[in-house]
């Protein structure tokens, strides 16, 4: 008994000390982790939260992942060897239960205190009360543009639509609208106040709110061409593995394709990620000329890549190409354009960039935008074609960079900058309008001279016009609170595939399973086959099935299903004089069979025959 007595006080002791080291090192990588979430990205809320911790880790910039190793991953480091010289100096003293239990309650403790804070601060029981509730704002508000008579000039206008990466009006000094002290986008600032941001009789400029479903990039084009937040029930940027994007949904390329417009898509970017290229080719067939197209073109060698793809730079020599060649065919166009270098964090300095604010390099990557963007614009000016063609320039959401409006005044509201250049539309009022994004969509129809019944599309309304935007009809903060609910409108548009291999991949819900093969049984002429193991099967199983073959190109591949053993396992014999009774290996892919009728792989194995 005194020896079974030692050996439990022994375990209980090592059980003890390993808990408290495992809470201790998880309470500093809890609370370090949230205090840089919060020091990196200001004013975070849970949508953008949410947006993160699903976002891939393609194109992150290099120096936030090294500042998390050190602010994180560094200090949990060190408790570890602090605690470790604690124990030691405590292991035969009597005090170390004592030790041990100060270090754990201190652990969960400090955890519990950081995650509460965090909760607080994302107002996370809101969120998720938002999320189970339904509101009919949207349904009741949308202007679908199946229903709505439009009529286009009997020219019809060019359209070249620039989103600009994270691009705001507060980037403008406060004389100009702006929240900061120095101006760092002046030739945005005189671009929007020589044309149309919609800012009434005053210089300072305007811009749209970026709504909840808006505020990353994806999200941003589809509400300004859709007039519909992206507010789905998976990660916005997970769309790619979807077979349709918003198939219900009628949009700004689907109204332009229709009346014969040539439409473009280019990018400095993979058009993949986020579902863009699925989007633009669905909804308008525009052409992809993204960061493949550049590479697989011979535009950039094929190994070329800085930032998400190729700069900026590129970009804009690229385009000019393009749209020379867009001028030259009959057809009306659309050049939707997309631009990357003032990406979070810290955007991309290129080669042409001015170095006008020491190290400040967002704000030189901001001024070096600004330059590019009005260099183009002036060159699109000097063409013949430009008489008939209509400029859009729109921010996509504001900045999610960590720290560059950490000074501005927490009463400042951020906008997207806004200008329509060469807009074949004329306002009904000079009063400065108070918009979102959304609002961009029967905008930029507008501006191509188009008369739209009622002046309403999606959610939005045509700025030239005298109609009310949904903004001015209820409010900022009713609009933003109503767009974070669900809707049964948009959950019918979206017609979320929530069972598609891909997503069901990227959540980590595909069926799995171990799939075994037996020595080869000659007193059965079988290899008997196992299945087992089987996790995150789908609601019904239709089947379980074997793929066998033994010629390399499969010609003799046949199907085997398996019999349901009652045990969670699956099985089945394959029977070799099927193949001839042919020595050597035989190949064999597992399948899950749901109710649908979708296979799905749940693992591979090979059998033999000697």
Same mark, same amino acid.
């Given at each position: 008994? *005194?020896?079974?007595?030692?050996?439990?006080?022994?375990?209980?002791?090592?059980?003890?000390?390993?808990?408290?080291?495992?809470?201790?090192?998880?309470?500093?990588?809890?609370?370090?982790?949230?205090?840089?979430?919060?020091?990196?990205?200001?004013?975070?809320?849970?949508?953008?939260?949410?947006?993160?911790?699903?976002?891939?880790?393609?194109?992150?910039?290099?120096?936030?992942?090294?500042?998390?190793?050190?602010?994180?991953?560094?200090? $949990?480091?060190?408790?570890?060897?602090?605690?470790?010289?604690?124990?030691?100096?405590?292991?035969?003293?009597?005090?170390?239960?004592?030790?041990?239990?100060?270090?754990?309650?201190?652990?969960?403790?400090?955890?519990?205190?950081?995650?509460?804070?965090?909760?607080?601060?994302?107002?996370?029981?809101?969120?998720?009360?938002?999320?189970?509730?339904?509101?009919?704002?949207?349904?009741?508000?949308?202007?679908?543009?199946?229903?709505?008579?439009?009529?286009?000039?009997?020219?019809?206008?060019?359209?070249?639509?620039?989103?600009?990466?994270?691009?705001?009006?507060?980037?403008?000094?406060?004389?100009?609208?702006? $929240?900061?002290?120095?101006?760092?986008?002046?030739?945005?600032?005189?671009?929007?106040?020589?044309?149309?941001?919609?800012?009434?009789?005053?210089?300072?400029?305007?811009?749209?709110?970026?709504?909840? *479903?808006?505020?990353?990039?994806?999200? $941003?084009?589809?509400?300004?061409?859709?007039?519909?937040?992206?507010?789905?029930?998976?990660?916005?940027?997970?769309?790619?593995?979807?077979?349709?994007?918003?198939?219900?949904?009628?949009?700004?390329?689907?109204?332009?394709?229709?009346?014969?417009?040539?439409?473009?898509?280019?990018?400095?970017?993979?058009?993949?990620?986020?579902?863009?290229?699925?989007?633009?080719?669905?909804?308008?067939?525009?052409?992809?000329?993204?960061?493949?197209?550049?590479?697989?073109?011979?535009?950039?060698?094929?190994?070329?890549?800085?930032?998400? *793809?190729?700069?900026?730079?590129?970009?804009?020599?690229?385009?000019?190409? &393009?749209?020379?060649?867009?001028?030259?065919?009959?057809?009306?166009?659309?050049?939707?354009?997309?631009?990357?270098?003032?990406?979070?964090?810290?955007?991309?300095?290129?080669?042409?960039?001015?170095?006008?604010?020491?190290?400040?390099?967002?704000?030189?990557?901001?001024?070096?935008?600004?330059?590019?963007?009005?260099?183009?614009?002036?060159?699109?000016?000097?063409?013949?074609?430009?008489?008939?063609?209509?400029?859009?320039?729109?921010?996509?959401?504001?900045?999610?960079?960590?720290?560059?409006?950490?000074?501005?005044?927490?009463?400042?509201?951020?906008?997207?900058?806004?200008?329509?250049?060469?807009?074949?539309?004329?306002?009904?009022?000079?009063?400065?309008?108070?918009?979102?994004?959304?609002?961009?969509?029967?905008?930029?129809?507008?501006?191509?001279?188009?008369?739209?019944?009622?002046?309403?599309?999606?959610?939005?309304?045509?700025?030239?016009?005298?109609?009310?935007?949904?903004?001015?009809?209820?409010?900022?903060?009713?609009?933003?609170?109503?767009?974070?609910?669900?809707?049964?409108?948009?959950?019918?548009?979206?017609?979320?595939?929530?069972?598609?291999?891909?997503?069901?991949?990227?959540?980590?819900?595909?069926?799995?399973?171990?799939?075994?093969?037996?020595?080869?049984?000659?007193?059965?002429? *079988?290899?008997?086959?196992?299945?087992?193991?089987?996790?995150?099967?789908?609601?019904?199983?239709?089947?379980?099935?074997?793929?066998?073959?033994?010629?390399?190109?499969?010609?003799?591949?046949?199907?085997?299903?398996?019999?349901?053993?009652?045990?969670?396992?699956?099985? $089945?014999?394959?029977?070799?004089?099927?193949?001839?009774? &042919?020595?050597?290996?035989?190949?064999?892919?597992?399948?899950?069979?749901?109710?649908?009728?979708?296979?799905?792989?749940?693992?591979?194995?090979?059998?033999?025959?000697?």
């Amino acid at each position: 008994m *005194g020896k079974i007595s030692i050996y439990a006080k022994r375990a209980l002791r090592v059980l003890l000390t390993i808990l408290a080291v495992l809470l201790a090192v998880l309470a500093t990588i809890i609370t370090c982790s949230l205090k840089w979430m919060f020091d990196t990205w200001s004013n975070l809320t849970m949508d953008e939260l949410i947006y993160h911790l699903t976002s891939p880790l393609e194109g992150t910039n290099d120096a936030m992942i090294k500042e998390y190793v050190v602010k994180c991953i560094v200090p $949990a480091v060190v408790i570890l060897l602090v605690l470790a010289v604690i124990l030691t100096a405590f292991r035969k003293k009597k005090r170390y239960y004592a030790v041990m239990a100060g270090a754990i309650v201190l652990s969960v403790s400090v955890s519990a205190l950081s995650v509460h804070g965090a909760w607080q601060a994302l107002d996370v029981g809101n969120y998720v009360a938002d999320r189970g509730t339904y509101s009919t704002f949207i349904d009741d508000n949308y202007v679908s543009p199946a229903d709505v008579e439009m009529t286009f000039p009997q020219e019809k206008r060019n359209l070249i639509y620039i989103f600009l990466e994270s691009m705001e009006t507060t980037y403008a000094d406060t004389q100009n609208g702006g $929240a900061f002290t120095e101006n760092v986008i002046p030739e945005l600032t005189q671009i929007a106040q020589e044309n149309e941001d919609f800012s009434g009789e005053t210089d300072k400029l305007n811009g749209g709110y970026s709504m909840p *479903g808006t505020t990353w990039t994806i999200g $941003a084009m589809f509400g300004q061409t859709a007039g519909l937040p992206l507010s789905v029930s998976i990660d916005g940027n997970n769309m790619d593995t979807q077979d349709t994007f918003f198939a219900g949904a009628v949009t700004l390329g689907d109204i332009l394709e229709s009346q014969g417009y040539s439409q473009t898509l280019l990018i400095g970017s993979d058009a993949v990620f986020g579902g863009r290229e699925l989007y633009f080719t669905e909804h308008g067939s525009y052409e992809m000329m993204d960061y493949k197209y550049a590479a697989q073109n011979g535009l950039i060698p094929e190994d070329y890549l800085v930032w998400w *793809g190729y700069e900026d730079q590129k970009l804009f020599e690229f385009a000019k190409q &393009k749209v020379t060649e867009l001028a030259a065919q009959p057809e009306p166009f659309n050049l939707t354009m997309l631009t990357v270098d003032t990406h979070f964090e810290d955007g991309y300095m290129c080669e042409g960039c001015p170095k006008l604010y020491g190290d400040d390099q967002y704000s030189n990557v901001m001024r070096c935008s600004s330059q590019q963007v009005a260099s183009f614009i002036r060159w699109i000016q000097q063409q013949d074609f430009y008489e008939n063609t209509t400029i859009v320039l729109c921010g996509d959401h504001p900045t999610m960079d960590s720290d560059y409006c950490e000074d501005v005044d927490g009463d400042y509201i951020r906008k997207t900058y806004t200008a329509y250049i060469n807009a074949a539309a004329q306002k009904e009022t000079e009063t400065r309008r108070d918009f979102t994004t959304f609002d961009q969509f029967p905008t930029t129809l507008a501006a191509l001279g188009v008369q739209i019944e009622g002046n309403r599309l999606g959610l939005g309304t045509n700025l030239f016009s005298s109609e009310p935007t949904l903004t001015e009809r209820f409010g900022l903060d009713t609009e933003a609170a109503e767009l974070k609910k669900k809707s049964q409108l948009i959950e019918e548009l979206a017609d979320i595939d929530y069972d598609s291999q891909s997503l069901m991949e990227r959540e980590g819900r595909v069926p799995t399973g171990t799939v075994y093969a037996d020595p080869y049984l000659r007193d059965i002429g *079988g290899i008997p086959v196992t299945v087992t193991d089987l996790v995150n099967l789908p609601d019904t199983v239709q089947s379980v099935q074997i793929a066998v073959w033994t010629n390399e190109d499969q010609s003799d591949l046949q199907w085997i299903q398996l019999t349901d053993r009652g045990d969670g396992s699956y099985g $089945a014999n394959i029977n070799v004089a099927n193949y001839g009774f &042919k020595l050597g290996v035989y190949y064999i892919d597992a399948y899950i069979v749901d109710g649908t009728g979708t296979p799905y792989m749940i693992g591979q194995t090979t059998g033999y025959v000697d």
